[in-house]
């Protein structure tokens, strides 16, 4: 067996934020975890999809980010991004 080649191996500090809130149409259970990790973005975690990104307010403002990153249709794609204006 080969020796394992890492290209980083890193522990670093986080804080996380688990929130759970009903939209019109589903129900959000998010973990949002923040490090210096990712140039001020956080990690999003849809806990219930098993999906999550990379998000800071740039890429709440692409058209179309969160309804491919989290599958979502537009109206529960709005109340997601709704929220992650307030926290991100």
Do not use: C
Request: charged letters at 30%.
């Amino acid at each position: 067996m080969s020796e394992r080649f890492f290209l980083y191996d890193d522990t670093v500090e986080t804080k996380t934020r688990f929130v759970s809130f009903m939209g019109e149409q589903q129900r959000f259970d998010l973990a949002i975890i923040r490090s210096d990790r990712y140039y001020g973005k956080s990690l999003i975690l849809d806990i219930q999809s098993h999906r999550f990104a990379i998000i800071g307010t740039d890429d709440l403002d692409e058209p179309g980010y969160l309804e491919h990153a989290y599958n979502l249709s537009e109206e529960d794609a709005e109340e997601l991004r709704s929220f992650l204006y307030e926290v991100v």
